[in-house]
């Protein structure tokens, strides 16, 4: 195919040697571009993927002089084969390593008894979470917030405990043949990243640079001294920043250039994504094309099912059951039953190590801080579907998942969706409006409050997943919500 004026910019800077960042809306053809560049310099290139899926399938599309790895990938033929034996350990529960580690007894703070359990929980994603930063060392921000401590002085009490066991097990991971902890993939990455390491090529790719977590973005950054960078990306789709990825685009000290010709979808559609687009402040519009006739419009028989929350995937899911459907669910169905086995250990009257729940006693315990607390509301629907279908029923559906190749629809949530496409795709009800605001109109009414950006880029990445016909579905109020008369027009 011809390349676009776009593409024919993005070339030209990168033979002119630029460092270069590259906004690629929604199927605009990122890595058509990034391969239409390598294949047109004798250079030595690394491209760096996302996940290791892209990685194989970059490397036939790109040509021989470029090495399409993952960050983990290089990190592993650095140090992480050193730590073989230890990756292949069987897992143990939380609770028995931080025995190890020491953590005996359980802690009370405020008026919590935090368990021995939580505890040793809390300091391995205290850990987990050191390795996703760019950090040197670990420290108090680095421990998870729990529900129940939100408070500032109660969560830097929980800090200060578990600080120094979370330094002991990143003592223990420094071994390389045995250790109480468990050694994942992250853990030598981030043993990696602090020797400071030099990739040896003339240039750099990053691909999904808004997603990248702090401790690839100082990786690719420390290579600015001897080799090209290039990386490429959507800021608009940026939506893991709540497990600590970092846009890394907006400010990158480089040419910033676009891609805005999608190709996945025609003009109608580049419309709807361009509203979501406007409200998140994003810095592209979309362009759709002609020759696809992408529609708006009721989905009856939909291939995808978008969801916000695990839960919307998880009540879509018996839905579609309960009518006779063959359902696949993105991801698998671990996550919604381990929700399930925590609401089901809670109603039978114990404790549950599940992240989310872990410091309820009870049943009524959650159902009090999900109706009554404001820092609990996203239960709230995880509530109702457990009052109302039981875990019994919850668990009995997510054992009658099928494998996507074999689903007659798909149902996910706009998280997991991001990357993958569908021909007919029905958002789900439980994307919902913002709360009103305390503005009201001239006859009183209330007006609606402004949408977060982060729910809007969300909403973005779920509209765009379209080929064929989109069903706004629960995302339909977005047609009554004033916007400005030029907020999709393209820049």
Same mark, same amino acid.
């Given at each position: ?41 004798? *250079? ?16 036939? *599309? ?430």
């Amino acid at each position: 195919m011809n390349p676009t004026d776009e593409q024919t910019a993005a070339a030209d800077a990168f033979h002119a040697g630029r460092h270069l960042a590259l906004q690629a809306g929604a199927g605009t053809g990122k890595t058509t571009t990034l391969a239409l560049l390598a294949r047109t310099t004798t *250079r030595r290139g690394r491209y760096l993927a996302y996940n290791r899926a892209i990685a194989q399938d970059a490397r036939t *599309r790109f040509p021989s002089t470029v090495q399409c790895k993952t960050a983990h990938a290089l990190a592993y033929a650095a140090v992480g084969h050193r730590y073989t034996r230890r990756l292949n350990a069987p897992r143990r529960p939380a609770w028995q390593t931080g025995q190890a580690l020491g953590l005996t007894k359980a802690v009370r703070i405020g008026d919590r008894e935090i368990s021995q359990r939580v505890l040793s929980n809390a300091a391995l994603r205290t850990v987990a979470r050191f390795c996703h930063t760019a950090d040197s060392a670990i420290t108090r921000h680095h421990v998870p917030h729990l529900r129940g401590l939100e408070d500032r002085a109660l969560h830097a009490q929980l800090a200060a405990h578990i600080v120094p066991f979370a330094h002991k097990a990143w003592a223990d991971l420094q071994h390389p043949d045995e250790g109480a902890v468990r050694f994942d993939h992250d853990h030598y990455l981030k043993i990696w990243a602090l020797t400071n390491p030099k990739i040896d090529t003339d240039f750099l790719l990053l691909d999904e640079a808004q997603d990248t977590n702090p401790v690839v973005e100082q990786i690719f950054l420390n290579q600015r001294s001897h080799a090209q960078l290039v990386m490429v990306g959507d800021s608009a789709q940026a939506i893991y920043g709540w497990r600590g990825a970092k846009d890394v685009m907006t400010g990158f000290d480089g040419t910033q250039l676009v891609l805005s010709q999608s190709f996945r979808f025609g003009p109608c559609l580049a419309h709807e994504a361009n509203r979501w687009l406007a409200i998140a402040d994003a810095p592209i519009r979309l362009t759709g094309t002609d020759t696809v006739p992408t529609e708006l419009g009721p989905v009856t028989r939909p291939d995808a099912v978008l969801c916000r929350t695990n839960v919307g995937a998880m009540a879509q899911v018996m839905d579609l059951l309960a009518a006779a459907h063959r359902v696949g669910l993105v991801g698998g169905g671990d996550g919604l039953r381990a929700l399930a086995l925590a609401a089901r250990d809670l109603k039978e009257g114990r404790r549950t190590t599940h992240p989310e729940l872990v410091l309820f006693t009870t049943w009524g315990d959650l159902q009090d801080y999900a109706a009554h607390d404001p820092a609990g509301r996203d239960l709230q629907p995880l509530v109702d579907l457990v009052d109302t279908h039981g875990t019994d029923a919850i668990l009995a559906a997510v054992a009658q998942l099928a494998p996507e190749n074999q689903a007659e629809v798909t149902v996910s949530t706009a998280h997991r969706a991001k990357g993958r496409e569908w021909a007919r795709v029905k958002i789900a009800d439980d994307f919902t409006p913002p709360p009103d605001s305390d503005q009201h109109d001239d006859a009183g009414c209330a007006l609606p409050g402004p949408i977060d950006d982060g729910e809007a880029r969300l909403a973005y990445v779920a509209v765009t997943r379209t080929r064929q016909r989109l069903d706004l579905g629960g995302l339909s109020w977005i047609n009554e919500y004033p916007l400005a008369c030029s907020a999709a027009s393209p820049r």
